[in-house]
Nanobody
Framework: VQLQESGPGLVKPSQTVSLTCTVS??????????WSWIRQPPGKGLEWIGNIAYSGSTYYSPSLKSRTSIFRDTSNNQFSLQLSSVTPEDTAVYYCARLGGAREYDYWGQGTQVTVSS
C-alpha cells in the first residue's frame, strides 16, 4: 500500500487548505481500515486530525472539529482534508496514514509541508 499527499504548500491566513491523499495498492473501502490525517507542527509532536472509515464514517479531533472536513472519492481511491480559517499555528507537515487492523498506523505518506503565511 502506498499513500501520497498533494496540496498547496503555502496558504494565506483565514483561507481553507485542501489536501488529498491518493492511495494505491489497496482500496479505501476495504473492511476494516481507517484512513487518517495527522500533522506535525515545527518542533512539536504528531497531532491527529481525523479519520474516515472504510464505511465512510468520519471522526475528528475535538480541538479541530469545527474547522475540519474529511471526505473521500472512492472512484479515484482518494480521501481529502479541508481545514478552514487557517492561522500560522496550522503550519505543519501533514501526513495521511492507514490505521490497520491492530489499530496501529501501518502505512504513511511521505508528508506535505503546509505553511500559513501572508
Amino acid at each position: 500500500v502506498q499513500l501520497q499527499e498533494s496540496g498547496p504548500g503555502l496558504v494565506k491566513p483565514s483561507q481553507t487548505v485542501s489536501l488529498t491523499c491518493t492511495v494505491s495498492g489497496g482500496s479505501i473501502t476495504t473492511n476494516y481500515y481507517y484512513w487518517s490525517w495527522i500533522r506535525q507542527p515545527p518542533g512539536k509532536g504528531l497531532e491527529w486530525i481525523g479519520n474516515i472509515a472504510y464505511s465512510g464514517s468520519t471522526y475528528y479531533s475535538p480541538s479541530l472539529k469545527s474547522r475540519t472536513s474529511i471526505f473521500r472519492d472512492t472512484s479515484n481511491n482518494q480521501f481529502s482534508l479541508q481545514l478552514s480559517s487557517v492561522t500560522p499555528e496550522d503550519t505543519a507537515v501533514y501526513y495521511c496514514a492507514r490505521l490497520g487492523g491492530a489499530r496501529e498506523y501501518d502505512y504513511w505518506g511521505q508528508g506535505t509541508q503546509v505553511t500559513v503565511s501572508s
